[in-house]
């Protein structure tokens, strides 16, 4: 995850009619064609961002569970008073699909400016087959725009209100109602589930992603977030593409994660939200071998942020990542995350033209300057997604 290849004399990216890299490296020994459209670039030029890990679709802000948390009131005991989660169910539910579509449009926009070129969005705030087909549709009605969409059904995000004391039926529900429609529409791409003690056991988990299977989704899961319950092992047992949190990941579930080809995905903005002193153990992951990702988790309770260079920056000073580690994990290893390594990630022949523009000079200035937006320019398959804001300032 360190070893990054770094092109800085002359360097130039051939982009064919439909939008993949035909070729890369210097300018003078790359065959142009005599009709080609040039644009010059001044920056370093990464690989698209990819956030594999967003919440997008939602109404309101929790406002008053971040005023509970300077208060002293923890994650689960805000559940317990009607906040966190349900509190967001409710928002949805009640909240217009045009509504939805158009914040969630506005959210996407933000994220191209950032630079991620793309964006996965989980559904699981609407807990009944209406309201996650709803989000699931506006996931669906935005896509086709930049930045690109990867759809996630998370139908098994908490247990509603109205199947608070009879979760088994709720997670049957999940299994087999809403799980069968959703892979008939073809609304998603992967299925995800919260396996954390007070959500949903780790039998259960297993239960929703082994009926996801039979649908022909693919496979992510939240785990071990706040509890090291044994979530990453059942990932990897079950084949998922990834799990993600892992901040209380056990010895056991590293050893499984490392030794696998499931991605840990770490959401270090998610830990810092929460007050939480806790990190995931990217050193130990890393050493050993796992592959890992950095995103945002961008959602409105725990992680209401939308920068990946951000999460870059936390993955160096959080986290201990090297510079190029932390780089990896917001692209190649972000696409590893949704199942697109082999066409997304890097700049490299046969690779889709998602291209992002940062305002500096070195490349390890991209996780290193935090709150300031360094994204000047962001294309996907070519095609321009962001166009920056004018003149470009470098801040070293």
Not at 16 to 38: F, K, Q, T
Not at 165 to 183: F, H, I, K
Not at 216 to 238: N, P, R, T, Y
């Amino acid at each position: 995850m360190a070893d990054l290849e770094v092109l800085d004399k002359d360097p130039a990216v051939l982009i064919d009619d439909n939008g993949y890299v035909a070729d890369v490296g210097r300018r003078s020994d790359l065959e142009i064609p005599g009709e080609c459209s040039e644009v010059e670039v001044d920056g370093v030029l990464f690989p698209g961002f990819v956030d594999s890990h967003t919440h997008s679709v939602f109404g309101a802000a929790r406002l008053a569970d971040h005023e509970r948390r300077a208060r002293g009131t923890d994650y689960m005991a805000i559940a317990a008073e009607g906040g966190g989660i349900l509190s967001s169910v409710q928002s949805v539910r009640e909240t217009s699909k045009e509504d939805l579509k158009d914040l969630t449009t506005r959210r996407l926009n933000v994220l191209a400016t950032l630079g991620s070129t793309t964006v996965e969005v989980k559904s699981g705030y609407g807990l009944s087959l209406e309201a996650e087909l709803k989000q699931l549709e506006v996931i669906d009605e935005v896509s086709g725009s930049a930045p690109d969409i990867i759809p996630t059904f998370l139908g098994a995000h908490e247990v509603p209100a109205e199947h608070r004391e009879r979760p088994d039926e709720y997670v049957d529900l999940v299994v087999n109602e809403m799980m069968p429609v959703v892979g008939q529409k073809g609304l998603a791409r992967f299925c995800d589930v919260f396996c954390e003690p007070g959500v949903f056991t780790v039998d259960q988990s297993r239960r929703v992603l082994e009926g996801a299977r039979k649908c022909g989704l693919m496979l992510k899961i939240h785990a071990d977030e706040l509890d090291g319950s044994g979530g990453a092992e059942l990932a990897v047992e079950l084949g998922a593409v990834s799990a993600d949190h892992l901040a209380a990941i056990s010895p056991g579930g590293i050893e499984a994660i490392s030794q696998s080809d499931t991605v840990a995905v770490f959401l270090p903005g998610t830990m810092l939200f929460l007050g939480k002193s806790c990190v995931a153990p990217a050193r130990q992951i890393i050493a050993a071998g796992g592959a890992v990702a950095l995103a945002t988790d961008f959602n409105p309770g725990s992680s209401p942020g939308m920068s990946l260079p951000l999460m870059g920056a936390m993955g160096v000073s959080q986290l201990r990542m090297l510079p190029a580690e932390a780089v990896v994990a917001i692209t190649v290893n972000g696409a590893a995350a949704v199942g697109e390594a082999a066409t997304r990630g890097q700049i490299a022949a046969g690779f889709r033209a998602d291209l992002t523009l940062a305002s500096v000079r070195d490349w390890r200035e991209l996780v290193y300057w935090y709150g300031v937006n360094l994204v000047s320019r962001s294309w996907v398959k070519g095609s321009p997604c962001h166009s920056g804001y004018g003149s470009v300032n470098y801040l070293s």
